[in-house]
């Protein structure tokens, strides 16, 4: 079965990014959202980033045409039903996340169609058991920027088949033009499992004041060649998604490192989520 419809719930940074991926390959895109406003706000998610390519000359007008026409933005879930692979990239929850895979399993109509998930952190077991098809479930695990980030961790729970894992691989290579990696269903997967105990450290860092947040993110960045600092990395992946993310690693494992600092969540709790809501540990006006 060649894949040529595909779904993505959630039109958030992650899943505006999914689904610009899976429209620049040629594929037939609905996009869903909670309400027509964030439809919208998804939509111009994706403007935004491809008008940004076209600013750079990476891509022509033209070609972003034809893109957004190939993209729909919805706020109905039924039209999912006929696709043949759908991604979830909703907020990182596993209430929201089990209670959409349980509405997908009655919307999606194709027996092999593709169940996957973005998450971070959360078994694809546990989301795989809110259907009666917990072999199609599996996790396509894309990075930030989507647009720009090569991987896709593929995530088999115990209960994935092998054909839905090899089918999502061979999209993600193949048709996405992604590299693809894959682990076993356990929380945090490769990266995160070894990327967040790293930015938990700088946060305690900053937290207990043993260097600015300047410094840390500079010293990463210019000691050990990372792109940008831990601290300016949270607040692009969201401290909203990270305090998730630490929750998750932490029931599983019941390590110390992974728990998250309480810096961490108290500026959570302020709203202060990083980029997306303008204020995190930098200031972004
Ligand atoms: N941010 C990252 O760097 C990153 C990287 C890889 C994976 N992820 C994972 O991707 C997922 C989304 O993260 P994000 O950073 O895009 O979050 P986000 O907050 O930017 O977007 C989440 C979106 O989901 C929507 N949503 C919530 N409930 C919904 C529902 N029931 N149906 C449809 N839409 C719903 C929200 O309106 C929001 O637009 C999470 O599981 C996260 O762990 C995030």
């Given amino acids: 079965m060649n894949i040529e419809r595909v779904g993505v719930v959630g039109g958030g940074q992650m899943g505006a990014g999914i689904a610009e991926v899976c429209a620049k390959a040629g594929v037939d895109v609905v996009v869903h959202e909670v309400s027509e406003e964030l439809a919208e706000a998804a939509r111009s998610r994706v403007e935004k980033s491809l008008g940004k390519a076209v600013e750079r000359g990476k891509l022509d007008a033209t070609d972003r045409d ?50 996957a998930s973005n998450t971070s952190s959360i078994p694809l077991t546990r989301i795989g058991q809110a259907t009666s098809r917990p072999g199609s479930v599996v996790g396509m695990h894309f990075f930030n920027p989507a647009p720009v980030m090569p991987l896709v961790e593929i995530v088999h729970s115990v209960t994935t088949t092998d054909d839905t894992a090899d089918r999502a691989a061979a999209f993600a290579r193949d048709v996405l033009g992604k590299v693809v990696v894959r682990s076993k269903d356990r929380a945090g997967f490769i990266v995160n499992k070894l990327l967040c105990p790293y930015i938990f450290e700088a946060i305690r860092m900053f937290e207990s004041g043993f ?19 831990p601290l300016t990395l949270s607040d692009l992946i969201g ?31 302020a709203g202060m989520l990083g980029r997306k809501s303008g204020r995190g540990f930098y200031d972004y006006g």
């Fill in 66 to 115: 034809n893109i957004l026409a190939g993209m729909r933005f919805v706020s109905d879930l039924n039209l999912m039903a006929d696709r043949q692979l759908v991604i979830e990239a909703v907020v990182e929850h596993e209430g929201i996340k089990t209670d959409l895979f349980g509405k997908l399993d009655t919307i999606v109509t194709a027996a092999d169609a593709i169940l």
């Fill in 211 to 229: 260097a600015t947040r300047e410094d840390i993110d500079a010293a990463m960045v210019n000691g050990a060649g990372y792109p940008m600092g």
């Fill in 239 to 269: 401290n909203d998604t990270m305090l998730a993310v630490a929750e998750s690693l932490y029931a599983e494992y019941n390590e110390p490192r992974y728990a998250a600092p309480p810096l961490l969540k108290r500026m959570v709790e």
